[in-house]
């Protein structure tokens, strides 16, 4: 280390400096931090005497340290189920917190962080992770994996640190080195760190950024969005846009970075259909991406600029009386005064509309085969449609182990020559001319009955599930609710510039109609934000009232 003492002339701390400044700090602490070290008796144990060496430092520059060692076979090792040594147990009168392992390189800061977390009784989350920790509806037996070496593992270990003293009633921590632990490690896979688990389910590969650390180990899932919570009761901004697919998501992208101040409001899932496609193969840059991969980048980008309502509906869309009167967009949580709206919709799944279908959906009879398809592993399945869902879903559970069968009422595929090809020769059975005439089961679909179109036989085959993809429709319930024209198809009447003919409501993406591709959606949401932009500066309103 450089320092001033080798007469460079150096400003930098020495290392004795800067353990007496550790030291003062660490005595500034509220608290007292207990430490009890279970730590193996034998001089070679080096994890052990890593440890007590680390330790024994600490409590050398604070007399807020209060250091104890004991034995493996002390009653107190037994009575907390010590297992590994050396195991540190922080604090134990009221947190779950033990690291296994010697706090030692990169882990050293780790170390020193968590002391003053323990120390201030203080969690320092940031206010949404407070709220998100709130609401924590059960325990949580976290265990990090970590290396000395590796210099991502403090950020994920504080993240858990952070959670048990939060909810010290709920959140319960094992930090565990895997070098001092290989077979703990070995037995849970973790052969890259940070690796975290959330009772034994696996939430986090890499460091996580605080909030979705959080939101991992809430959902017992991965996350890869965060979205902040905004409480705001009424809003005023340039523009509202309904949607949080692909089009809706580039037209806050451009309409933001035109200088608009912009809302997105999006009532289910971020990303729209996109989201639960398996693999998208014809967006440019990527060769083949999975659909929620993908959503997850363009939510992350549009994040940069726009801010994001989710899980909140639009109930309500009041233009003003005249086109320059503010249009009020009313949602399940608040009120918003905007300039502009941009209807993007998007559209909701087919149904076949037989016999069925509706009880038995969610009990065998399912519109999403990524959300759906590991259930049916080993199973046998219907997929109905002939376009590229239906065939790029057929094959993604063929691929998954699902027994697929395709039918379609037709003879042959609306579904692009590509993904047929890869249909046929993956050997997926296809039902040609043939139509689902009902579907049957009592707790869960077993049978379904068919007809063929041409002979008009009908056929009762055993299923364990049927996968229903067989297009959209529009969602234009909004629309209607204002007014807005549709085409004879359903779809939102627009001119070439997104503008429906109610001023100041706009339309983009698959509500439009047309070739419903990610990057024609895209493309179109970039569009209306560039004609809202330009409208809202030079109102087309105003130049048709003064004609
Ligand atoms: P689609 O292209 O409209 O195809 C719907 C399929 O379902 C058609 O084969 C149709 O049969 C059949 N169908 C419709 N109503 C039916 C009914 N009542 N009973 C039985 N079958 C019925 O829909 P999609 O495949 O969901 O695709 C929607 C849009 O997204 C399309 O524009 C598509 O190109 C696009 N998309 C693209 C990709 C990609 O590029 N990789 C992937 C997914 C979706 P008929 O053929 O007889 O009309």
Redesign the pocket.
């Known amino acids: 280390m450089a320092n001033s003492a080798n007469g460079s002339g150096s400003t930098q701390m020495t290392e004795q400096e800067m353990m007496t400044h550790l030291g003062n700090a660490l005595d500034k602490m509220a608290h007292e931090v207990r430490i009890c070290l279970f730590a193996g008796p034998d001089p070679d144990a080096v994890f052990s005497q890593a440890a007590r060496q680390a330790l024994k430092a600490f409590r050398q520059i604070s007399s807020k340290i209060r250091l104890e060692e004991y034995a493996p076979d002390h009653q107190l090792s037994t009575e907390w189920q010590i297992t590994a040594f050396p195991t540190m147990v922080f604090q134990p009168d009221r947190f779950a917190i033990r690291w296994n392992g010697a706090p030692v390189g990169e882990e050293g800061r780790s170390l020193v962080e968590m002391l003053f977390l323990l120390g201030f009784d203080n969690s320092n989350l940031s206010d949404q992770s407070r709220k998100m920790m709130a609401d924590l509806d059960g325990p949580r037996n976290l265990k990090v994996f970590v290396s000395p070496t590796c210099p991502y593992c403090p950020q994920q270990s504080i993240n858990a640190v952070k959670a048990a003293v939060e909810r010290p009633d709920r959140v319960s921590l094992e930090i565990i080195d895997i070098q001092a632990n290989p077979r703990l490690a070995e037995e849970y896979e973790a052969h890259s760190v940070p690796q975290t688990f959330a009772d034994d389910v696996l939430i986090g590969k890499g460091a996580q950024s605080e909030e979705l650390f959080i939101q991992s180990m809430i959902k017992y899932e991965e996350q890869r969005v965060f979205i902040p919570d905004i409480d705001a009761a009424e809003i005023e901004t340039d523009l509202v846009i309904v949607g949080g697919g692909p089009a809706g998501l580039t037209a806050g992208i451009y309409a933001k970075r035109a200088g608009l101040e912009t809302a997105l409001v999006e009532k289910g899932m971020l990303g729209g259909q996109v989201a639960t496609?398996p693999l998208?193969?014809?967006y440019p840059g990527f060769t083949s991406v999975g659909g929620k991969s993908l959503v997850d980048i363009m939510v992350n980008h549009a994040l940069e600029y726009v801010t994001i309502f989710q899980g909140e509906e639009v109930v309500a869309i009041k233009p003003g009386n005249a086109p320059d009167d503010p249009i009020e967009v009313t949602t399940s949580r608040r009120k918003f005064s905007t300039k502009a709206v941009l209807l993007a919709t998007g559209a909701n799944h087919?149904h076949?509309g037989v016999p069925g279908e509706n009880r038995l959906s969610g009990r065998g009879v399912s519109y999403c085969a990524t959300c759906d398809g590991p259930l049916f592993k080993g199973k046998k399945v219907l997929m109905?449609?002939?376009?590229?869902?239906?065939v790029?879903e057929a094959l993604y559970l063929h691929h998954m182990g699902v027994e697929v069968t395709l039918v379609?009422?037709?003879n042959n595929?609306?579904?692009?020559d590509h993904?047929s090809k890869n249909l046929f020769e993956t050997g997926i059975p296809v039902l040609w001319n043939t139509?689902i005439k009902e579907i049957r089961g009592e707790a869960r679909v077993t049978s379904v009955v068919l007809t063929n179109t041409r002979s008009k036989e009908i056929t009762e085959i055993p299923a364990d599930g049927v996968f229903i993809?067989?297009?959209?429709e529009p969602s234009v319930a909004l629309a209607r609710q204002i007014g807005v024209e549709l085409t004879e198809e359903g779809y939102i009447r627009r001119d070439d510039r997104h503008r429906t003919n109610i001023p100041g409501i706009y339309s983009g993406g698959d509500v439009e109609g047309g070739?419903?591709?990610i990057v024609t959606a895209a493309g179109q949401g970039s569009e209306a934000a560039m004609a809202i932009f330009e409208d809202l500066i030079n109102p087309y309103w105003k130049e048709a009232a003064a004609v």
Do not use: C, D, F, P
């Not at 595929?413 to 692009?416: D, E, H, K, S």
């Open positions: 496609t998208v193969e014809n087919r076949l109905v449609g002939g376009g590229n869902s239906a790029t379609h009422r037709r595929l609306r579904a692009q993904l139509e993809s067989i297009g959209y070739y419903k591709q």
